[in-house]
T-cell receptor, first 110, second 117 residues
C-alpha cells in the first residue's frame, strides 16, 4: 500500500525560512513531487525529485532521501503570497498514478 | 502557455442524475487523469488514461464512473447516478511522460465543482 504523512498546519513569519517535511511509504517509487495549492484553486507544480539530494529552484528547494522515505520542501524569504497548502505527492511506477498527501497548510504572518 | 481546460466550472445536480464533466488536455500530452477533492480534504486519484484505455483506477472509481476520449481533444468523466457524497471539486490533469520530459508532472485544469443536492 501507500502512505504519505506531512504536518497539517505550519505558521511562519514573512521573510523567514520554513521547512515542510514529508514521509512516505509506497510500493513502487518513480519520484516525489511538491505542489502548491491556494484555496479554491488547482495544484500547481513546484518541484520533482527522483534521485537523492537537494534540488534548488529560486526560493524553493526540495530534498529527497529514498532510503528513508523522506522529503522536505524548503521555502526561503517567505512572502505573504506563499500562504497556501503544500502537497507532497508520490509518483508510483506502473499505471501512471500520483498519490497525494493531505497537504500542509502554511500561514505566513507579517 | 498551453493549459488544461475544464467545463463546467460549477454544476449543481439532483441526486440520481447523470453528470458529464469535460476536459481538454494539453494537446501534445498523452496521459490523462481525473482527481477529486472533497472540500477540506486531500486530492484523491480517480483514474489514469493512456492510449485510449484506463491505465489504473482507484477504489473510488466504481461502476458509477466512466471515462471517455470521444475525439482527439476531449476527455470526459461521467457519473451515472450521482450521490450526495460525490459533491467535490473534480480536477482533470494531463502529463507528458515522454522522453523529452519524463517527470510525470501533472498539469491541472481549474476544476469542476460538483454539488449534488
Amino acid at each position: 500500500g501507500q502512505n504519505i504523512d506531512q504536518p497539517t498546519e505550519m505558521t511562519a513569519t514573512e521573510g523567514a525560512i520554513v521547512q515542510i517535511n514529508c514521509t512516505y511509504q509506497t510500493s513502487g517509487f518513480n519520484g516525489l513531487f511538491w505542489y502548491q495549492q491556494h484555496a479554491g484553486e488547482a495544484p500547481t507544480f513546484l518541484s520533482y525529485n527522483v534521485l537523492d539530494g537537494l534540488e534548488e529552484k529560486g526560493r524553493f528547494s526540495s530534498f529527497l532521501s529514498r532510503s528513508k522515505g523522506y522529503s522536505y520542501l524548503l521555502l526561503k524569504e517567505l512572502q505573504m503570497k506563499d500562504s497556501a497548502s503544500y502537497l507532497c505527492a508520490v509518483w508510483r511506477t506502473g499505471g501512471f498514478k500520483t498519490i497525494f498527501g493531505a497537504g500542509t497548510r502554511l500561514f505566513v504572518k507579517a | 502557455e498551453p493549459e488544461v481546460t475544464q467545463t463546467p466550472s460549477h454544476q449543481v445536480t439532483q441526486m440520481g442524475q447523470e453528470v458529464i464533466l469535460r476536459c481538454v488536455p494539453i494537446s501534445n500530452h498523452l496521459y490523462f487523469y481525473w482527481y477529486r477533492q472533497i472540500l477540506g480534504q486531500k486530492v484523491e486519484f480517480l483514474v489514469s488514461f493512456y492510449n485510449n484505455e484506463i491505465s489504473e483506477k482507484s477504489e473510488i472509481f466504481d461502476d458509477q464512473f466512466s471515462v471517455e476520449r470521444p475525439d482527439g481533444s476531449n476527455f470526459t468523466l461521467k457519473i451515472r447516478s450521482t450521490k450526495l457524497e460525490d459533491s467535490a471539486m473534480y480536477f482533470c490533469a494531463s502529463s507528458d511522460n515522454s522522453g523529452r520530459r519524463n517527470t510525470g508532472e501533472l498539469f491541472f485544469g481549474e476544476g469542476s465543482r460538483l454539488t449534488v443536492l
